[in-house]
């Protein structure tokens, strides 16, 4: 019998929060001084917030100087020089922006920290990071799907077309959102809601470090820019999403083709064992949307 294995298992003993991996101060060329910045999306209501100066390191040492109010702060960075930009998301040390990239990705999962590929569609070209170098590199965790500055930049902000070629060749990859903020102006746009497991017994802040690290790594989380998904129930091959603010909901198979859609705010649907896996986008009104992670048909022996 095929049943689809995914992300979105035991949805109990924890709560969903909102969190921008991707955030620039004036330690490189953001605008905001770091506590600045932690404000910004404190008062937005976020629960996690990663600062990832370019190929500057945030360590669990200098985060201490911030008073991140409530949220969780995870150390990060850009690495930028050499190569594909990609931020190295609860970053242990500073790993140097060696050209060979994979370098860079193999020393990241030494730690307790993940890769993640950025703005993809990013310049003139679109082509940042081209699909045969995505393709070429391996064990990253994720790829931006969005990155909210790329709105005002050259490229598109946009990179669901090398996610769904990811997908479609196999490779397990979570899709961000995120914003890139460099100031003011750029918080808000793109972030990823986690289901974090409750770590409020233990009065420790890398126990609540690693709750977020360890939703985001097992893909617990869907990525957003304004639409809120309320209920994600699996079941065999049935999927069922509920939002609050959905106008569509489209189910996206191989080769980023559609098998299901709905003009609805929730869908319930039987994944046909033929794609090979699945995800979800949800509309909204306007710019909003949600994007579900993907689901992957396998067969029971
Ligand atoms: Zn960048
Ligand atoms: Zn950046």
């Known amino acids: 019998m095929p049943r689809l294995e995914h992300p979105y298992h035991d949805l109990t003993g924890g709560r969903w929060l909102r969190g921008n991996l991707h955030a620039h ?7 905001h001084e770091p506590q600045q910045l932690v404000d910004a999306y404190v008062e937005r209501g976020y629960g996690f917030l990663a600062l990832t100066d370019h190929d500057i390191c945030w360590t669990p040492t200098n985060l201490a100087t911030l008073d991140p109010r409530g949220m969780v ?23 140097e922006p060696d ?16 890769i993640v590929v950025n703005h993809p569609n990013w310049q003139q070209h679109f082509d940042h990071v081209p699909f045969s170098q995505l393709d070429l590199l391996k064990h990253y965790t994720g790829v931006e799907i969005f990155n909210g500055i790329m709105q005002h930049d ?17 490779r397990r990859v979570w899709g961000f959102a995120n914003d890139d903020t460099h100031g003011q102006r750029f918080v808000g746009f793109g972030w990823n809601t986690a289901y ?50 959905a106008r569509r909901i489209v189910g996206i198979g191989k080769g980023g083709k559609r098998f299901a859609m709905a003009n609805d705010h929730a869908i319930e649907i039987d994944v046909p064992d033929d794609v090979s896996h699945a995800r979800f986008t949800c509309w909204g009104e306007g710019e909003q949307f949600a994007w579900t992670q993907p689901m992957w048909v396998v067969e029971d022996e």
């Open 196 to 245: 974090v497991r409750d770590t409020s017994n233990a009065d420790d802040v890398e126990a609540g470090r690693q709750a977020v690290l360890d939703a985001l790594k097992a893909g617990r989380f869907y990525a957003s820019t304004g639409v809120h998904i309320t209920g994600i129930h699996i079941d065999g091959m049935r999927v069922t999403i509920e939002t609050d603010n």
């Open 73 to 95: 702060l995870l150390p990060g960075n850009e690495v930028t020089m050499g190569g594909p930009h990609m931020c190295h998301v609860g970053a242990d040390r500073r790993l």
């Open 25 to 31: 101060t004036t330690r490189s060329d953001g605008e």
């Open 99 to 114: 050209w060979r990239r994979q370098n860079v990705i193999d020393q990241a999962n030494e730690g307790p920290g993940f």
């Open 154 to 170: 050259e490229g598109s902000a946009y990179a669901l077309n090398k996610w769904d070629m990811l997908l479609s060749s196999g």
